[in-house]
């Protein structure tokens, strides 16, 4: 069974940084292509970043620059790097899995796995 376990949230001033982790188990790793996702109150799940099982990234625009994913196939984890935080990055943040098409990369409805979500909140 696939399971993804998100941590490293929690609150930061505006400016600072932010490492979230998620670990995966249940299926050998390198299987799925791997994404970040975050939902702000009342908005809809949006793309982050994203990563392929060839080590393909893609990033939305607003965290371009910013942040940064990878992933270590050797402890099936994989990673959000986030420097200058902003506000408006507050959000609960998930990782995802599936297989999906390079140009759905950041589209919610292409994973098939979900972790619970972790909590950012950066104050300005």
């Known amino acids: 069974q696939v399971q993804l376990v998100e941590s490293g949230g929690g609150s930061v001033q505006s400016g600072g940084s932010l490492t979230l982790s998620c670990a995966a188990s249940?299926?050998?790793?390198?299987?799925?292509?791997m994404g970040w996702f975050r939902q702000a109150p009342g908005k809809e799940r949006e793309g982050v970043a994203s990563?392929?099982?060839?080590?393909?990234?893609r990033y939305t625009d607003t965290v371009k620059g910013r942040f940064t994913i990878s992933q270590d196939n050797a402890k099936n984890t994989l990673y959000l790097q986030m420097n200058s935080l902003k506000p408006e990055d507050t959000a609960i943040y998930y990782c995802?899995?599936?297989?999906?098409?390079?140009?759905?990369?950041?589209?919610?409805?292409?994973?098939?796995?979900w972790g619970q979500g972790t909590q950012v909140t950066v104050s300005s």
């Open positions: 995802a899995a599936g297989v999906r098409p390079w140009y759905r990369a950041l589209s919610v409805d292409a994973y098939t796995y």
């Open positions: 249940g299926y050998t790793a390198g299987t799925y292509d």
């Open positions: 990563i392929s099982v060839s080590g393909i990234t």
